[in-house]
């Protein structure tokens, strides 16, 4: 501890100069020295915490100083000991590098097993060119289609500048049941439909109702007109018997009912639309419909169906028109598309046996069906006909289908060498390139999940 030189002055007596009695008549002398004196004072003991400062950090100089003597000492030794056992601890590491090598290989090749199979199938290109028939109810070796029916009514307003006699007929679909036998019945156009009033409608387009199948009447869709104009033929739903059938087994056993209101009919004077911008317009809806039509159709076609650009009819019918306001009337029309519709693979399998030689009932598909030309013949009424005739040309494509369970099942945990006796089992696929990971491993992976299967474009 520094020493305190003011402490240390002690005058006779042992008192402290601090005690000294000041005398009455030196009071205001004695003032005047105590500002000095306190700063002494100040000044010492600055300078004792600036030296209580150097103290300390000459304390953690030489602290460091040691330390860093430590350091030097325990680098030699072990300087001194890594050159007598620094080939030992060179191999130790080598050895541990190879380890986590080998580890981490084993780990890649049982997380990232996997491969991949790029399949090139079996294609052949075939002309086509001649008639064919298909049939509703078809036989073994027959090809066979379905009917698929849509509906739309569209509207247009036009002026009414005239005022005229009408007499029009009401309209509406009736569906025809045959449940007299198994053997399909034609009814001619015109044919007659009576309801439970008396009130006739005859069919516009002759038909043929399919027979019954077991306890199923066989049944057909058709359009029936009013015998007479008026209003007095607009009617509900409505249950008809065929008059010509009156006196035969038959007239009980054949019927039809109507799938919606029969109307339309009118008889008197009313505010018509001129003829030509009727025409103009009647034009202008039927275009507008066909395509609405068409479109649907496409849409509700599946993947594994085949629908051909002109392998279907549309049946416009002109409906009452409507008065909107004043002198414009509503000018209205219902467009009914009835389309061929065939299984893919069916069409393709039938296709495939006419033009491709030493074919054997392979599963197989036609790759761009656009490239086929239908052409319907005379007759062609899909919803109505129980088969149809109809010409095809082109080049298609056929692709041979491949089971892809089937083959990386095969694949599964087989030898990377026997991929070649394996796809000998798959005659539809002409080649497949593989590729395993990681690359060293010789072998496909044993889950199937792991195994990628993906068809050339």
């Given at each position: ?65 040691e330390a860093l003597r430590k350091a030097r000492a325990e680098f030699e030794i072990h300087h001194t000991l890594g050159r007598k056992g620094g080939k030992k601890r060179k191999r130790l590491w080598i050895g541990l590098s190879i380890l986590s090598v080998i580890g ?280 109505t006909n129980q088969s149809i005739v109809f010409s095809l040309s082109g080049t298609p494509a056929f692709e041979w289908i491949y089971d892809e369970m089937l083959l990386k099942e095969a694949l599964r945990d087989a030898n990377r060498n026997l991929v070649i006796s ?36």
């Amino acid at each position: 501890m520094p020493r305190n030189f003011m402490q240390d002055i002690v005058p006779k007596g042992g008192r402290s100069i601090r005690n000294v009695p000041i005398s009455p008549t030196r009071v205001r002398r004695d003032e005047s020295i105590t500002v000095p004196i306190k700063k002494v004072y100040e000044k010492v003991e600055k300078l004792e915490r600036k030296l209580e400062r150097e103290e300390s950090h000459l304390e953690k100089e030489q602290s460091h100083i040691e330390a860093l003597r430590k350091a030097r000492a325990e680098f030699e030794i072990h300087h001194t000991l890594g050159r007598k056992g620094g080939k030992k601890r060179k191999r130790l590491w080598i050895g541990l590098s190879i380890l986590s090598v080998i580890g981490l290989a084993v780990v890649v090749s049982t997380v990232f097993h996997g491969a991949s199979v790029l399949v090139s199938p079996k294609i052949i290109a075939a002309n086509i060119s001649g008639d064919y028939v298909a049939k509703k109810s078809a036989s073994k070796g027959e090809l066979a289609f379905e009917t698929m029916t849509v509906k739309q009514i569209l509207t247009e307003t036009v002026k009414a500048s005239s005022e005229e006699i009408v007499n029009k007929k009401a309209t509406g679909t009736v569906m025809i049941y045959n449940n007299y036998n198994s053997t399909s019945q034609r009814l001619i156009k015109n044919t007659r439909f009576e309801t439970p009033e008396g009130l006739i409608y005859r069919i516009n387009d002759s038909v043929t109702v399919p027979g019954k199948s077991g306890s199923t009447p066989g049944s057909i869709e058709a359009i029936v007109t009013a015998d007479e104009s008026g209003d007095k033929y607009n009617v509900g739903l409505k249950d008809f018997t065929i008059p010509g059938f009156k006196g035969d087994p038959r007239y009980t056993a054949f019927y039809a009912r109507s799938k919606n209101a029969l109307d339309g009919g009118f008889s008197g004077k009313k505010k018509v639309v001129v003829l030509a911008d009727y025409k103009k317009a009647e034009e202008s809806i039927r275009s507008k419909l066909r395509i609405a039509l068409l479109e649907e159709v496409k849409k509700s076609t599946t993947d594994d169906q085949l629908f051909f650009d002109k392998s279907f009819t549309i049946d416009f019918i002109s409906l009452p028109e409507e008065p909107v306001s004043g002198s414009l009337v509503l000018v209205k029309i219902e467009g009914t598309l009835s389309a061929t519709v065939f299984d893919k693979k069916t069409f393709s399998s039938y296709l495939a046996a006419k033009v491709i030689k030493g074919y054997q009932g392979d599963a197989v598909t036609i790759k761009d069906p656009q490239s086929i030309f239908f052409i319907p013949k005379s007759d062609f009424r899909p919803a109505t006909n129980q088969s149809i005739v109809f010409s095809l040309s082109g080049t298609p494509a056929f692709e041979w289908i491949y089971d892809e369970m089937l083959l990386k099942e095969a694949l599964r945990d087989a030898n990377r060498n026997l991929v070649i006796s394996i796809l000998q089992k798959f005659p539809m696929i002409e080649k497949a390139d593989i590729s395993i990971r990681p690359f060293w491993r010789g072998s496909f992976p044993n889950k199937v999940e792991n195994i990628t299967i993906k068809k050339t474009e």
